[in-house]
T-cell receptor, first 115, second 108 residues
Framework: SAVISQKPSRDICQRGTSLTIQCQVD?????MFWYRQQPGQSLTLIAT?????????ESGFVIDKFPISRPNLTFSTLTVSNMSPEDSSIYLC????????????FGQGTRLTVV | GIQVEQSPPDLILQEGANSTLRCNFS?????LQWFHQNPWGQLINLFY???GTKQNGRLSATTVATERYSLLYISSSQTTDSGVYFC??????????FGKGTKLSVKP
C-alpha cells in the first residue's frame, strides 16, 4: 500500500538547537510540500520542495530558518534551525497526485516541543 | 489569495447523531478535499471532491462549485469520529490552502 514515512514522530528539543525531519515516499513524486500546524491552528504551507532546484518558500518562512533538502524524487528533509518555543508545532510533509490518485497524502507528522 | 471558511468551529454530538459541516471558498477551484485529523495529529484524506457528490460509508460530501461551497455529512456518528475536520482547496503552487477546521466531539 502507499506509504509516506515521516521521522521523528515527536521530539522535545532545547532552544537554540536544530532538528531535521525526514520524509520518505514509496513512489517518485515531483513536488513535496512541508506544512506547519501551530497548537490549535490550521495548517500553513512552509515551502514546496522541488527535486533539482531550491525550495520555494511562502511569505514569512525563510531558508535560513527552515532549510530543505530534496536529493531525489522520493525523499526530503526539513530542518528547523535555532529553535525557540514559538517553533513548537506539528510539522507535516505531503504529496499529491501519486499512486494514480488526485488527492493529497500526509506523513504522520512530527510533533515538536521546544523547551 | 483564496479564502476558505469552515463552520461551525466547534460541534458536540451525542453518539448516533447526524451532522453537517460546511466549507465556503472565495474563488473557483478545481481541487477541494476534506480531511480528518485524529487526536494523534494524523491527517486522513476523506474525499477529493471538486464538484458533485461522493459517499463513503457513513460519510458523504457534496460540492456545489458554482456556489462556492462544500458540505460534509456525518451520519450515525461514533466516538471515533471525534477530531478536527479540515476543508482544503488547491493553491497556485499545487499546494493546499486549509480552512481553520471544525472540531468535532462525539460523546458516548
Amino acid at each position: 500500500s502507499a506509504v509516506i514515512s515521516q521521522k521523528p514522530s515527536r521530539d522535545i528539543c532545547q532552544r537554540g538547537t536544530s532538528l531535521t525531519i525526514q520524509c520518505q515516499v514509496d513512489s517518485q513524486v515531483t513536488m513535496m510540500f512541508w506544512y506547519r500546524q501551530q497548537p490549535g491552528q490550521s495548517l500553513t504551507l512552509i515551502a514546496t520542495a522541488n527535486q533539482g532546484s531550491e525550495a520555494t518558500y511562502e511569505s514569512g518562512f525563510v531558508i535560513d530558518k527552515f532549510p530543505i533538502s530534496r536529493p531525489n524524487l522520493t525523499f526530503s528533509t526539513l530542518t528547523v534551525s535555532n529553535m525557540s518555543p514559538e517553533d513548537s508545532s506539528i510539522y507535516l510533509c505531503s504529496v499529491e497526485g501519486v499512486w494514480g490518485r488526485a488527492e493529497a497524502f500526509f506523513g504522520q507528522g512530527t510533533r515538536l516541543t521546544v523547551v | 489569495g483564496i479564502q476558505v471558511e469552515q463552520s461551525p468551529p466547534d460541534l458536540i454530538l451525542q453518539e448516533g447523531a447526524n451532522s453537517t459541516l460546511r466549507c465556503n471558498f472565495s474563488d473557483s477551484v478545481n481541487n477541494l478535499q476534506w480531511f480528518h485529523q485524529n487526536p494523534w495529529g494524523q491527517l486522513i484524506n476523506l474525499f477529493y471532491i471538486p464538484s458533485g457528490t461522493k459517499q463513503n460509508g457513513r460519510l458523504s460530501a457534496t460540492t456545489v462549485a458554482t456556489e462556492r461551497y462544500s458540505l460534509l455529512y456525518i451520519s450515525s456518528s461514533q466516538t471515533t469520529d471525534s477530531g478536527v475536520y479540515f476543508c482544503a482547496v488547491g493553491g497556485s503552487q499545487g499546494n493546499l490552502i486549509f480552512g481553520k477546521g471544525t472540531k468535532l466531539s462525539v460523546k458516548p
